[in-house]
């Protein structure tokens, strides 16, 4: 059984451009959960998914966005990149709400 | 705001030692504590504790929950080069979907 994919594996953009990352779930899960992973900080909620619907976020401005598609699939948006958003941005995925996460390998964002 | 504390930062040990990590926790309306192994990028689930589950066991690694006094630990018995990773300790309270993380504890295993 494939387990949360993701990408790009890397990618590199500078200040003020827009970043896209995507990513598919574990098949039968239903949410995705979105984490920033800074270098020297710990996992940090950004976004959770389930249903289609944006369920709760985490403590970051509102260029950071996001859906979640009809197949499950989610895509997180990062609008006028600061430097601070360099990071390595995780995707999980879980069969209810409640259940133990799953995470992919992780999309590389670096921000000149 | 919930809040999630792991100790030690680091920890370095010999194979077939034996290694205590703690995880001490203030959360609203505790639901879950997690355990998760880094290696590399992607985090991997070890363990689920509830209030309905307080002590998990899987090979050489074991983990109980002390709701009382607000702590988990995980033991790993007879260490092995491969256990080297860094821990996660997570908890999820009031704010569904959205688990708080501990820094972390880096373990690492020489030969």
């Known amino acids: 059984e494939a387990g949360v994919t993701q990408s790009p594996t890397h990618l590199i953009k500078t200040r003020g451009q827009q970043a896209t990352l995507r990513c598919s779930p574990i098949s039968g899960h239903t949410s995705v959960y979105w984490y920033q992973q800074a270098l020297g900080l710990g996992l940090q909620f950004l976004l959770w998914?389930?249903?289609?619907?944006?369920?709760n976020r985490g403590n970051f401005p509102p260029r950071f966005s996001g859906r979640q598609f009809p197949n499950y699939s989610s895509e997180l948006n990062v609008n006028a990149l600061e430097l601070e958003d360099s990071a390595l941005y995780l995707c999980a995925s879980s069969f209810y709400s409640r259940g133990e996460l799953f995470f992919g390998e992780g999309s590389r964002l670096t921000v000149l | 705001e919930d809040k999630v504390v792991q100790s030690p930062l680091s920890l370095v040990v010999h194979e077939g030692d034996t290694v205590t990590l703690n995880c001490s926790y203030e959360v609203t309306n505790f639901r879950s504590l997690l355990w998760y192994k880094q290696e590399k990028k992607a985090p991997t689930f070890l363990f689920m504790l509830?209030?309905?589950?307080i002590e998990k066991k899987s090979g050489r690694l074991s983990s109980i929950l002390d709701k009382k006094e607000l702590f988990s630990i995980l033991n790993i018995t007879a260490t092995q080069t491969g256990d080297s990773a860094v821990y996660l300790c997570?908890?999820?309270?009031?704010?569904?979907?959205?688990?708080?993380f501990g820094q972390g504890t880096i373990l690492t295993v020489h030969p």
């Open positions: 509830t209030s309905s589950g």
């Open positions: 998914y389930d249903e289609g619907e944006e369920r």
């Open positions: 997570a908890v999820g309270g009031t704010s569904y979907g959205k688990l708080t």
